[in-house]
Every structure is written in C-alpha cells, then in structure tokens.
C-alpha cells in the first residue's frame, strides 16, 4: 500500500488508537468505528487510523477476512468537515506513523485485496460511502437508511462519485448525488450498494459467519484472484483471457494449490499457507 508500507505496520501493537478499534480472531481482524458521539463522522486523523488498520491487516498473513462495524446508532456521517478545514480542530495521533501520502479512504480500500464485510446497523452518510463502497460484501439491517446530502450543504460527493463508479449505474450516481434523497436497505440493495439484508438481532452472527466461511478458503487464491479482478478493467478486451490464464498458472504453481489438491485426496481439511 502506498499510503504504509510493511515496516510501518510492524509495531502495530504499540499504536493506540483513538477513533476506531481492532481486534483479529481466528484469521478475522475487525475493525470497530469509535466516534459514537460524533456519529462516526471521520477527522483526517480517524482517517489515518482506518488506513493504518487496513495496511495492517492487508500485510498480515494471519489475516484473511476483515470486518467493519460502528459503534452507536450511525454506522459513519462522512467526513468530520469542521476537523477537515481547520487544522486546529484535528487530534493528532502521536502513536500512529507518519502517513506517507495525503489519507484517502477510496484508494486505501482499493489497495487490500483480502475480502471485507461491512456490517450496518445504523445510516450511512456522504463519506461513508467511502467505506461500505470500498468493501466487498455490505450486510445491513432493515431499518438503515443511505443518504448522500451534500448539495444541501452547498458541496458535492467528489470522491464519492469516485467508489460509487465500480458498483451502481452512472444515472443512479448522479441521482442520489443530486437530489441528495434518503434511500432504504431495500433501494440500497437494488442499486447493488449492498449484498445482504438483515434483521438486527442476526446480523451479527451472519457477518460471522459469511467470515469464518471466507477464512476456510485459501487465502493466496482469494488475493490474487480479487487482484486480477481488479486489473481486468485495464486488460484490452482481445487480451483478457491470455492474461486471466497467466493468473492462473502462478496460482497452480503456489503451495496452497498444491496442499488444497493433496488435502482433497487426503480427505482432510487443508492448512494453508497464504503463498
């Protein structure tokens, strides 16, 4: 990742964050949005948190699967604009290093090519799409509502349009961005912002689930393939399938391809590498 590199997350253990939290459990690293009383809403410095967790989760091999949750009733209000236009406004974080480029949650989440499950339980607003957008599955709960209302304030989702670009039609871009109009789970899901509608008391245990079912599954497969996935778009239409084979041979000649076929003959569970 180019905002940290794998030697700045090596003392990830001596961070202390301020507004988010993590945890890792059998190969699923969660990461928590801690600014309940400001409806989630992110400074540059959460920002930087974020980022840093999912450098370090993006790193870790023991990772496989990332969760992202919110504590209190908003699952994230966007970007915290007063922290943003006055530097004063901003907590810094001592403990975290030195960001190597200006934070910028789209990109950030387009660089982990590990699958992450956002889990919504409560309204996702303006930049927020920058998160549950960048994420690979999206479970909410039936009563969340999805609003982008900047031109009420005068401004437009900028990088917003940006994450909404890989999963919803161009037309239901500018919709939402215009007329800055609530949508339920149920539009939600039929725009395709998200995958899974929940009720409150399971969701939970499904995120869990959908998890533990990704952690089984081998992991070095999972990332080069979401990798590929993501260079097609580039790959001229004549060359996509010479490329994809090309994939598909350094997949073949990994060890988890090769302990995935001895472990079927084995009739054994396989124990993965990550390589």
């Known amino acids: 990742m180019r905002f940290y590199t794998e030697e700045d997350v090596q003392d990830f253990g001596s961070v202390k964050f301020l507004y988010i939290k993590t945890s890792l459990s059998n190969h699923i690293f969660t990461i928590t949005l801690s600014r309940p009383e400001k409806r989630n809403a992110f400074t540059p410095t959460m920002a930087e948190e974020i980022i840093f967790a999912l450098a370090y989760a993006n790193y870790n091999n023991k990772v496989r699967c990332l969760i992202i949750n919110a504590e209190g009733s908003v699952f994230c209000a966007g970007a915290d604009l007063n922290a943003f236009h006055d530097t004063s406004a901003n907590t810094k974080n001592s403990t975290l290093p030195a960001i190597r480029e200006e934070a910028k949650l789209g990109d950030a989440f387009n660089e982990v090519y590990k699958p992450t499950i956002a889990q919504v339980e409560g309204p996702v607003l303006a930049g927020g799409f920058l998160i549950i957008c960048g994420c690979t599955f999206v479970f909410s709960v039936n009563d969340a509502v999805f609003s982008l209302p900047e031109v009420k304030r005068g401004i437009w989702p900028m990088q917003v349009m940006a994450s909404l670009s890989r999963v919803i039609s161009a037309r239901k871009i500018l919709e939402m961005c215009i007329t800055g109009k609530s949508y339920n789970a149920e539009e939600a899901l039929e725009l395709g912002l998200l995958t899974h509608i929940t009720e409150t008391e399971s969701i939970k245990n499904e995120v869990q689930t959908m998890a ?30 010479s490329f994809l084979k090309a994939e598909l041979d350094q997949i073949l000649a990994s060890e988890d391809a090769k302990e995935g076929v001895q472990a079927f003959k084995e009739k054994r569970s396989p124990n993965w590498k990550g390589r």
């Open 212 to 241: 533990a079912q990704i952690a089984q599954n081998a992991p070095y497969a999972i990332q080069q393939g979401m990798k590929a996935f993501q260079k097609l778009k580039q790959i001229p239409e004549s060359e996509k399938h």
